[in-house]
């Protein structure tokens, strides 16, 4: 490893309230024998992250206790374990943050994203807000050296959005967006370079919604303005939209969407709803022989490959959706931001 650093400046949760706490832990120089330590250059604060910082209902269920936060990133491969042989020194990699277990018949039939043995980064284990983190090689995915750094810190979210609009065929189709935030903004501009005939993004926050419409929508609805299933319905010829990506996890968005839905359409669900979604599932859902897919992180490693080829292709507009970047230890103001729902994703640099 060249460093003769023995500490390094990371950000933890370690008190079970608002806050995470910026301090000094040893660098983990203790590798397993699977296991790659890696020199963050750039990460990205998540959703997940925001949850975790405020200390909600779901982060107190399910953390334990101190832990360093963070799990979107990339970084130089600095020491490896020693049985790893399929990444190098110097390696530029992004971390597919579900760690699998390779054993269960999810992982063995070549589902691995619903693995039932998941663990994540900077949830189960230490994660990324830090100089380094400690990672399973087999959690790499080796990026071309001389793409842009600040996208690749973004991948894993863009594989979300991938993932969620590349199951169901969207070129030539109507397809609405419902919910605008980091992930939902990646989906409007991913749906764009699938070449959909119109998109249609939902969304209650303005600045969000006008985000949107640079990144590719062709209209934009604020149910807080509009009448949401009246709208998209004169926007998709009476009819309803072919597909759906469903970012929100809103009740009435989601129960919505399926009221708008095109018959025979296609919904894939990514947003995570805390109430329970009640369905007319006989009309709605039997009688339109609708198809539903709810979407668990990204294929391991078909969707990351995707994500590489739209990268490498530069058929996305990454700039504008990473709207943000500051120095790590600015975690407080990112927070901030990100509880004003102004910003598209915040990147994030370690050691500034």
Not at 171 to 193: F, H, S, Y
């Amino acid at each position: 490893m060249k460093t003769d650093k023995e500490f390094m400046t990371a950000v933890v949760k370690d008190k079970p309230e608002t806050g995470l706490t910026i301090t000094k832990k040893k660098i983990p120089k203790d590798l397993a024998p699977d296991e790659v330590l890696v020199k963050v250059h750039h990460t990205s604060v998540c959703g997940t992250d925001y949850h975790i910082y405020i200390y909600d209902d779901w982060a107190k269920k399910r953390l334990k206790l101190p832990f360093t936060a963070g799990h979107e990133f990339s970084g130089e491969i600095v020491k490896l374990g020693s049985d790893v042989s399929r990444v190098n020194l110097g390696d530029i990699i992004s971390a597919e943050t579900h760690i699998i277990c390779g054993e269960c018949e999810f992982c063995k039939s070549g589902n691995g994203h619903i693995c039932e043995n998941t663990k994540i980064i900077g949830v189960d284990t230490d994660g990324c807000f830090a100089e380094y983190v400690k990672i399973p090689a087999a959690n790499c995915f080796i990026n071309s050296k001389d793409a842009n750094p600040l996208h690749l810190s973004i991948q894993e979210p863009l594989g979300n959005a991938v993932h969620t609009m590349n199951h169901f065929d969207v070129e030539g189709k109507d397809v609405v967006i419902v919910g605008c935030g980091p992930i939902g903004l990646l989906a409007v501009n991913v749906t764009k370079a699938y070449n959909a005939k119109k998109i249609i993004a939902i969304e209650v926050n303005e600045y969000r919604l006008n985000l949107a419409k640079e990144l590719g929508a062709d209209v934009i609805i604020n149910p807080k303005k509009e009448d949401v299933i009246k709208r998209v319905l004169e926007e998709t010829n009476g009819k309803g939209p072919d597909v759906i990506g469903e970012f929100s996890g809103n009740k009435t968005a989601i129960e919505q969407a399926f009221h708008y839905i095109k018959r025979g359409g296609a919904i894939s669900l990514l947003g995570i709803p805390d109430k329970d979604i009640d369905l007319d599932l006989a009309n709605d859902v039997v009688f339109k022989g609708i198809h539903i897919y709810g979407v668990v992180g990204r294929r391991i490693y078909d969707t990351w490959h995707e994500v590489k080829r739209l990268i490498d292709e530069d058929v996305l507009e990454l700039d504008k959706i990473i709207t943000h970047t500051m120095p790590l230890k600015d975690i407080d103001e990112a927070m901030k931001i990100m509880k004003s729902g102004n910003s598209g994703k915040i990147v994030l640099i370690p050691g500034e």
